[in-house]
T-cell receptor, first 113, second 112 residues
Framework: QKEVEQDPGPLSVPEGAIVSLNCTYS??????FMWYRQYSRKGPELLMY????GNKEDGRFTAQVDKSSKYISLFIRDSQPSDSATYLC?????????????FGKGTLLTVNP | DGGITQSPKYLFRKEGQNVTLSCEQN?????MYWYRQDPGQGLRLIYY???????QKGDIAEGYSVSREKKESFPLTVTSAQKNPTAFYLC???????????FGSGTRLTVV
């Protein structure tokens, strides 16, 4: 079983739709959870950062972490064509010098005007 | 503006040649990383460095080498021993003890 599983899609939605992106993980030691957005031929950029379980909202984006189910989600409300990108989930352990990120493979999202 | 600069953006290499990818950051970050990205395979860690003059192998280090002589710089050499080097290479950095990465814009290497 891979440490982080993410459905690669592709996912295609109409403009204005609510988008749900998800990752599952197997290692209960993960405590820091991130979502990165990567436009084609560009480097990933940090979108959301959460610690432990709970929700975090930033504009149209909401990140959810359910540590009991080992499941994280990113919701995009009122999706826009500019949201078309690959979304990568990432997570890491806490403590010590081990702050390497483990990434999902990414979900390719297309928002159609 | 602070950030990470990768150069060149596109690189072509003949089989059997070594090639070096540049990564420079002015964020004063302690840790730096090199990833390889292939379609359908996500990001795979090649090498990482937590401090100057020290670095560790990642998951796919064979055929690659790095150096960390300065805090700001972490060049990656793709050697002729790397059997399938055509890929998109990403450099990242983070503050020591913090998992939030800042990525460069990537170098696309093609073997011709």
């Amino acid at each position: 079983q891979k440490e982080v599983e993410q459905d690669p899609g592709p996912l295609s939605v109409p403009e204005g739709a609510i988008v749900s992106l998800n990752c599952t993980y197997s290692n209960s030691a993960f405590q820091y959870f991130m979502w990165y957005r990567q436009y084609s031929r560009k480097g990933p950029e940090l979108l959301m950062y959460t610690y432990s379980s709970g929700n975090k909202e930033d504009g149209r984006f909401t990140a959810q972490v359910d540590k009991s189910s080992k499941y994280i989600s990113l919701f995009i409300r009122d999706s826009q064509p500019s949201d078309s990108a690959t979304y990568l989930c990432a997570m890491s352990y806490s403590g010590g010098s081990n702050y390497k990120l483990t990434f999902g493979k990414g979900t390719l999202l297309t928002v159609n005007p | 503006d602070g950030g990470i600069t990768q150069s060149p953006k596109y690189l072509f290499r003949k089989e059997g040649q070594n090639v070096t990818l540049s990564c420079e950051q002015n964020l004063n970050h302690d840790a730096m990383y090199w990833y390889r990205q292939d379609p359908g395979q996500g990001l795979r860690l090649i090498y990482y460095s937590q401090i100057v003059n020290d670095f560790q192998k990642g998951d796919i280090a064979e055929g690659y080498s790095v150096s960390r002589e300065k805090k700001e710089s972490f060049p990656l050499t793709v050697t002729s021993a790397q059997k399938n080097p055509t890929a998109f290479y990403l450099c990242a950095s983070s503050i020591g003890g913090n998992s939030v990465y800042t990525f460069g814009s990537g170098t696309r290497l093609t073997v011709v």
